[in-house]
Nanobody, 124 residues
């Protein structure tokens, strides 16, 4: 069974940091890409970044460039999202996702394997 499980969310003050984790089950990081998304209340889900199976990262959202760092541990089959200098506007449910369609990052509509999400709340 293909499964993603996020953890590490919580409440943090503005300027603080959090590290989110995404545990991968049923496939390896060499087989599929992993993307990070977030969805704030009342807003559409937006893609932050994607790590393709060879390990290259693409950051899509300008507002997180320089603040969010993506990494993976192939031995643990885990992906991480290190978030620093957090802002209240970063408050959202964060998801990791993958796709059954490719080893490479794909258009948003093709992500069909999703975690349950983890809540990040940044207070001002």
């Amino acid at each position: 069974q293909l499964q993603l499980v996020e953890s590490g969310g919580g409440l943090v003050q503005a300027g603080g940091s959090l590290r989110l984790s995404c545990a991968v089950y049923g496939f390896t990081l060499n087989d599929k890409p992993i993307a990070w998304f977030r969805q704030a209340p009342g807003k559409e889900r937006e893609v932050l970044s994607c790590l393709n199976s060879p390990g290259d990262t693409t950051t899509y959202l300008d507002s997180v460039k320089g603040r969010f760092t993506y990494s993976r541990d192939n031995a643990k089959n885990m992906v991480y999202l290190q978030m620093t200098s957090l802002k209240p506007e970063d408050t959202a449910v964060y998801y990791c996702a993958s796709t059954s369609h490719s080893r490479w990052c794909v258009p948003v509509s093709l992500y069909d394997i999703w975690g349950q999400g983890t809540q990040v709340t940044v207070s001002s």
